[in-house]
């Protein structure tokens, strides 16, 4: 696939055609997620960073445990539409809603002094290394020392595509290279991910943090 494809006609087609709950990647509950969060013991007004969140469960369940300084991207402006709603109970002044691109940013070089930077199932997808090395240079870019990284990715048993698109498959090891010596593991697990569908998908989830 090359740098031309059109990942946000993509993921707003994705939206489009089919109702949240039924998505491939749709979590009821982002309870591995959120086991890590609290490992990280992060005060409510830490700045947590939610690449590529789509319209992510985990948003709502973190407004619901007090956090306040939250941000969501994606490259799907319906995708964060539909987050939006989902949020109506909740004041929307607690959370940033960024539509931009990963692999080329724009808005997103704006961020600093993120607290905590959560990635499920969103790195996967970029299969060239000029992708990889845009997204982990950002990631450097915005992320606090003693900042930490949730990154959970395919494993290498996992399934080779998503929705369509090839994806590179990972584990601690390939994310610690592409994170660099000035991180550390912390917690690193696979976990076996049910579809709505029913159908498994293998996912290996680390815990990073960057030095002081």
Not at 37 to 55: D, M, Q, R, T, Y
Not at 93 to 115: A, G, M
Not at 171 to 182: A, F, S, T, W
Request: with cysteine; charged share 20%.
């Amino acid at each position: 696939m090359g740098t031309d494809y059109n990942f946000e006609k993509h993921w707003n087609n994705a939206y489009l055609k089919t109702p949240i709950n039924s998505l491939g990647w749709y979590e009821k509950e982002a309870t591995q997620s959120l086991n890590l969060i609290e490992l990280c013991n992060l005060p409510k007004e830490a700045s947590v960073f939610n690449p590529g969140a789509g319209a992510s469960s985990l948003i709502e369940e973190l407004l619901n445990r007090g956090y306040t300084n939250l941000t969501v991207n994606d490259i799907s402006s319906i995708a964060l539409s539909e987050l939006r709603n989902s949020l109506s109970k909740h004041k929307h002044s607690e959370v940033k809603f960024v539509v931009d691109d990963l692999t080329n940013p724009t808005e997103l070089l704006k961020l600093k002094n993120i607290d905590l930077w959560h990635d499920r199932a969103v790195l996967h997808f970029f299969t060239l290394k000029e992708q990889q090395n845009t997204y982990f240079n950002l990631l450097k870019k915005v992320l606090k020392p003693n900042g930490f990284v949730i990154l959970a990715q395919f494993n290498l048993e996992g399934a080779k595509k998503c929705s369509g698109l090839d994806v590179v498959n990972y584990n601690e090891e390939m994310l610690q290279e592409k994170l660099g010596n000035e991180f550390i593991l912390l917690e690193s697990f696979n976990h076996t991910y049910f579809q709505p569908s029913g159908n498994t998908r293998e996912f290996v989830y680390t815990l990073f943090q960057r030095k002081a």
